[in-house]
């Protein structure tokens, strides 16, 4: 297959714009129907204005459709690959735009949103993986937490189009913002067949000269034979062989601890989207106009208006960790977003509490500063963290399994907010609260820091043991900083060998 005549940065950068597009149109596909359900317009004329229990379903059954292709990922993504399942996300997304837009009955509107979900899961819980394995580094943070800005990018894409189109009569008001999803897919779709293939899931699966050609484009070399990429390759190489000792991979190694302590990284990958999840970031993004007008008593227009603003706020504040990520580490970050965040519900369940118009615009500031502290650490490092910490041999699976729990909990926030506005109204902000205060002496205790590690570094970072994987009691939660891999020095010939030999010395 043809691949894209660039290299070196060109190449990771290239590779970086596909993932971006596909989170472009994983932000865009979960906005865009914020703005299109819970009013008398069109959309509710169309299919029978729906109600509330109605509404949330057809928003919430996307989230089904995601966690399904998330474990479509699980147990068929590293067989595939991380490029195949990227193609095959993004040609899944365009034939449930397809069904979608030319919905005429619920029933297929839900086939929709279902297929583009699986589409979607495919996406989420491939892209991170293929970005992380593709770049180095010094820059890892910093390039997946812009595939998180471009999330939000798509948000507000989504906000502002449902906005706009709302003021427009006809089937368009609806089908078009639905429909236009399709092109964020098919540039995705595009781009990411002429990009090369994962050099870490080429070596695995016996690609070795493909995997060489790889690395030395992404190193900025003419050939396969340079000694950087010679150097590179024996990297992973080696990293694989220490990880594949047991002989072909089983699903029990996903329990196991010891030194590599697979089982503590998926508890990792598993907790940071939970975590995200019940920050409360979803009853703000995917409900806002809801929270705004029935916990705020705001009015629909003025809550569409504030709902978009409120993404345009998201969105310059996921830049933050473009520069922060790589230089400040993942850890306090995270603490950082999480004690702002909770910080917030609280002042807003104060202001809430009070009852007066005044009280509850000073609260809708509150929303506001949430979207920067959600932006600074809990939007990006859970789509980067999973496909650090695990280790290549279950990379695809940690990402997928995090990807299915990150859906499955949207599913749980998106159904349980609606009615618990409608019968605790603003005390629901105080039980998001208390989740954030507890989300910053779990990350303390038990998230190492891995930043500018490379990948085959992290392999080691649970080696110190312990209740804690050695992260307490580890300045800054780094446990490991070394490289453990062995460097091949030669040895001078003895007098009656005519063969070299070599020994290993561990850097």
Not at 62 to 74: M, P, R, T
Not at 149 to 159: D, H, W
Not at 305 to 334: K, Q
Request: hydrophobic share 45%.
């Amino acid at each position: 297959m043809w691949i894209l005549p660039v290299r070196g940065k060109a190449m990771v950068w290239a590779i970086t714009a596909c993932c971006c597009q596909g989170f472009l149109l994983l932000g865009y596909d979960q906005g865009v129907m914020s703005g299109i359900i819970g009013a008398q317009n069109q959309f509710g004329h169309d299919f029978g204005n729906p109600d509330a229990t109605t509404q949330g379903l057809i928003v919430a059954i996307y989230d089904i459709g995601c966690a399904v292709g998330s474990l479509i990922v699980f147990f068929w993504g590293e067989r595939i690959g991380r490029k195949r399942m990227i193609m095959m996300g993004a040609a899944t997304m365009i034939i449930g735009t397809a069904i979608l837009t030319s919905s005429t009955t619920r029933a297929q509107l839900y086939i929709g949103r279902v297929i583009t979900g699986i589409g979607n899961g495919f996406n989420s819980s491939s892209i991170p993986v293929y970005q992380s394995e593709t770049c180095g580094g010094a820059i890892r943070g910093a390039l997946v937490c812009l595939n998180s800005t471009i999330t939000i990018v798509g948000l507000v894409i989504a906000y502002w189009l449902d906005y706009g189109l709302s003021f427009v009569a006809g089937p368009v008001q609806w089908r078009l913002p639905i429909g236009f999803q399709a092109v964020f897919a098919l540039c995705l779709l595009l781009q990411v067949t002429v990009l090369p293939d994962s050099p870490r899931w080429l070596l695995a699966h016996g690609y070795d000269e493909e995997a060489s050609k790889v690395i030395a484009l992404l190193e900025d070399h003419d050939s396969a034979d340079h000694p950087d990429v010679i150097q590179a390759r024996k990297e992973i190489e080696l990293s694989l062989a220490q990880e594949s000792e047991g002989g072909p991979f089983r699903y029990s190694e996903l329990l196991h601890g010891g030194p590599i302590g697979n089982f503590r990284r998926i508890c990792l990958c598993i907790a940071v989207n939970v975590m995200q999840q019940f920050t409360g970031s979803n009853m703000i993004n995917y409900l806002a106009p809801v929270v705004y007008q029935n916990t705020m008593g705001l009015s629909r227009d003025l809550s569409l208006i504030l709902g978009g603003c409120t993404s345009i706020t998201y969105m310059f504040a996921s830049f933050i960790p473009l520069w922060t990520v790589d230089r400040f580490g993942r850890r306090p970050l995270l603490m950082i977003s999480a004690s702002g965040l909770s910080l917030c519900f609280i002042l807003a369940a104060i202001l809430l509490s009070i009852g007066t118009r005044p009280a509850a615009f000073a609260a809708t500031a509150m929303v506001f500063i949430f979207q920067i502290f959600l932006g600074i650490g809990f939007l990006p490092i859970p789509w980067l963290y999973p496909a650090e910490i695990s280790t290549t041999r279950i990379r695809a699976r940690g990402s997928a399994i995090s990807s299915f729990f990150n859906w499955m909990c949207v599913f749980a926030v998106v159904q349980m907010t609606p009615p618990a506005i409608a019968n605790i109204d603003w005390r629901v902000f105080i039980i998001f609260a208390v989740f954030n205060a507890c989300w910053v002496p779990i990350i303390y205790f038990f998230f190492p820091e891995t930043r500018g590690l490379e990948l085959e570094e992290i392999d080691h970072i649970f080696e110190k043991g312990g209740i804690t994987g050695g992260v307490w009691g580890s300045k800054g939660g780094r446990t490991t900083t070394d490289m453990h891999y062995p460097v091949v020095t030669p040895v001078e010939p003895k007098d009656d060998l005519k063969a070299e030999e070599v020994k290993l010395e561990h850097a």
